[in-house]
């Protein structure tokens, strides 16, 4: 209980302290994972709407494939994310391994089969009530995924908000591809890390109540952005 105490005395002298390397340390995750998750839902968002429209003879398995991706292990994307841009590898030449552009090209592609598979399921659904109206009006494929993924838009920011959890937490690929490098790569997640493997638990507990923190109020500023939860809007 000693250690739990500790951590939350050192959180909070962090944050009434105004601590230099715990604010750039913070700011530094926030931009990496609100990149990567602007990215991923960019991509992952329109190709879950089209899941649900087209039909074609591999679709079962493009489904199938991300249902399975969603639990792709974060280690083994840092792997390969590693090995692609490494000298050796394809794109080696753009020196961006151990950078955070690099941090957030694993967090890409660990979070898109995420957001991907929860837009077509949060989409099916919505598909089977505009299905006839939509045919009658002879819209285009564009019209069909802009106004499916408009009016589902308050059930897209769970899969948003799914993807930016995973995201926040995430530490192996970072590490891997990252290196934790202090004032360049360093995150939230990978100073707990080393944090820990220093012995310094009271200051990895704190830095881990900084990171729930942060993903709360992310969270909660979503919300009420958004709208989310006020009366009539569910």
């Not at 530094?28 to 329109?46: D, E, G, K, Q």
């Not at 991300?66 to 794109?91: A, C, E, H, Q, T």
């Not at 898109?112 to 505009?130: D, G, M, V």
Request: glycine content about 8%; some cysteine.
């Amino acid at each position: 209980m000693s250690d739990i105490w500790e951590g939350l005395r050192a959180a909070a002298w962090l944050l009434i302290s105004f601590d230099a390397d715990l604010w750039e340390i913070t700011l530094r995750s926030l931009r990496v994972t609100l990149t990567a998750l602007l990215i991923a839902c960019v991509i992952a968002m329109p190709l879950g709407a089209l899941l649900v429209l087209r039909r074609f003879w591999a679709r079962r398995f493009v489904i199938a494939l991300l249902n399975s991706l969603m639990g792709l292990p974060p280690v083994v994307v840092g792997l390969i994310v590693y090995l692609m841009l490494s000298r050796s590898g394809p794109f080696g030449v753009l020196n961006l391994l151990f950078t955070p552009t690099a941090m957030v090209i694993a967090q890409v592609i660990i979070i898109t089969p995420l957001i991907a598979s929860i837009t077509h399921q949060a989409l099916r659904e919505l598909w089977s009530e505009y299905h006839d109206l939509l045919i009658s009006l002879n819209t285009s494929i564009f019209q069909r995924v802009r106004t499916l993924l408009w009016d589902g838009r308050r059930t897209l920011l769970t899969a948003a908000l799914a993807g930016f959890g995973r995201a926040i937490g995430e530490v192996g690929a970072i590490m891997v591809v990252g290196g934790n490098i202090d004032n360049a790569t360093r995150v939230l997640t990978t100073a707990i890390a080393l944090e820990t493997g220093k012995g310094d638990f009271a200051m990895a507990l704190g830095l881990g109540m900084v990171l729930i923190g942060l993903a709360v109020t992310v969270n909660l500023a979503i919300h009420w952005l958004t709208g989310t939860e006020r009366a009539g809007r569910w």
